[in-house]
């Protein structure tokens, strides 16, 4: 494939999904900012709320990073029948654990909220919160399952349609639910969270009722999605489970890293919801690039193409790093206006403008491991190096390090972020690094896959 050629691929793909991302992300940006207006105590709940909901996406995306691993290599090999059965179940697993989210938070939400905080204000807000917007959860999860069939097959205008129609719907009814606007009741917080599951529900209805008037994959034969043979099965599961319990784990560790801001006070934990909500703008683009090279080197390696697929490996990793230096500078140029946007605290903002300074320093270090796990080891059919690494790592070394900064030693909320971030992303560089060279990551999972070059074993 020429570089032009190459460029207008990788674009194609990475582009909407970017885009899509930044609304995604919008949304979460305007709920902090419209939340923000009411005090610190509201903002904090509702991030403590969006916890549980941000595990349960995260979860979700386990399962669909596990699912276009096959979906992609399947669609470069030209088999519809994989494509449709991967996508069979995928869905009726995201169902499921949308249910069992769901009914968590319905039945014991002010256990949920009461991980995070012991301040009685904060968890009767975000349980209150969270007994609403869990009803979104079962949309949440056929937009995602339907949303990785449409990247994975490189249909991705419908997906960023969806996420236009749900920004907009969430933006209009944020206004009119959470301010009383045009005689709509003011409920605040509980507001945002209707407001919410009105969008998501929006975005399910888009991407099936485009999906399906396209006759893109999504029109799949139910007899198709259910032709599971036992030996697809264990290859399933093999390849899918390991990325599955990656972005658990992950998650997992990352709501006990806000346990302990949480548990280091109220205002701890407002100031890294500010900057949790500029990461997630910011982090758009770096989802855009692990899009587009999965989903290349997937249908790469689904055709035999095994030096293209590495190639696009250098190429995204080369990007991301560009990316990092760039936005990271931005971020620091824009670091005033973007806080002031957030009506916080004096003292809440200030360790805001800290935390962030961290983070665009840091950002390169943290969006390596991002694209090498994402974009390049998964679609080559190795989910199980990220898992062993990042549970490591989490677990074993910056857990333990960030609750002993931020509630045995009683650091300051910059200085325990600094040790959060240090403490990981710089042993899954170089590890990370060494097995991308080790070519060792390349394993295709479908019928037509042809044998590892020996330079690569």
């Not at 009767?124 to 994975?152: C, D, E, K, M, N």
């Not at 998501?200 to 999906?211: C, F, R, T, W």
């Not at 390349?442 to 070059?453: K, L, N």
Request: one cysteine or more.
């Amino acid at each position: 494939m020429r570089a032009s050629a190459f460029t207008r691929t990788m674009l194609s793909i990475a582009v909407p999904v970017t885009l899509q991302n930044l609304l995604f992300s919008s949304f979460t940006l305007i709920d902090t900012l419209m939340i923000g207006t009411l005090g610190d105590a509201p903002l904090a709940a509702v991030g403590m709320a969006g916890k549980w909901t941000w595990f349960f996406t995260i979860v979700l995306f386990g399962f669909g990073s596990g699912a276009s691993v096959f979906m992609a290599q399947y669609f470069g090999a030209g088999d519809v029948k994989g494509v449709h059965r991967t996508y069979g179940l995928l869905s009726g697993g995201s169902l499921f654990v949308s249910l069992a989210f769901m009914l968590a938070a319905l039945l014991v939400p002010e256990r949920i909220i009461g991980l995070f905080s012991a301040d009685p204000e904060a968890i009767a807000l975000g349980a209150a919160y969270l007994r609403v917007i869990a009803l979104s959860y079962p949309f949440q999860a056929l937009a995602r399952a339907g949303g990785t069939l449409l990247q994975s097959t490189q249909r991705v205008t419908i997906p960023f349609v969806g996420a236009i129609a749900s920004v907009a719907v969430n933006i209009v009814l944020n206004a009119l639910l959470i301010f009383g606007l045009c005689g709509f009741p003011a409920l605040g917080a509980v507001g945002a969270a209707i407001a919410s599951c009105a969008a998501a529900a929006v975005n399910a209805l888009v991407i099936y009722g485009a999906g399906m008037a396209k006759r893109t994959m999504l029109r799949a034969p139910l007899s198709d999605m259910l032709r599971i043979t036992p030996a697809f099965a264990r290859e399933y599961v093999r390849v899918s489970t390991p990325a599955l319990l990656n972005e658990t784990i992950w998650a997992m560790g990352n709501l006990l890293y806000s346990a302990v801001f949480g548990h280091m006070s109220t205002g701890a934990y407002a100031a890294i919801t500010v900057v949790k909500s500029i990461e997630d703008l910011t982090s758009v683009a770096f989802m855009g690039l692990c899009s587009s090279c999965a989903v290349m080197i997937g249908s790469f390696i689904g055709r035999g193409e095994i030096q293209k697929g590495k190639d696009c490996a250098r190429y995204h990793l080369l990007l991301t790093v560009g990316f990092s230096v760039l936005i990271g500078g931005g971020v620091l140029l824009m670091k005033r206006p973007l806080l002031g946007l957030f009506g916080v605290s004096d003292a809440v903002r200030q360790d805001a403008a800290a935390v962030l300074t961290i983070y665009a320093l840091e950002m390169t270090l943290r969006n390596i491991p991002l694209i090498l796990v994402v974009g390049i080891f998964r679609a080559g059919g190795d989910t199980r190096c990220g898992l062993i690494v990042d549970s490591i790592s989490l677990y074993l070394i910056g857990l333990p390090l960030t609750a002993a900064a931020g509630l045995l030693l009683q650091l300051s909320v910059p200085a325990t972020y600094l040790t959060m971030y240090l403490s990981e992303d710089v042993l899954k560089c170089v590890v990370y690094g060494l097995h991308l060279r080790s070519g060792k990551w390349i394993r295709p999972v479908t019928g037509a896959a042809v044998p590892i070059p020996k330079e690569t074993e």
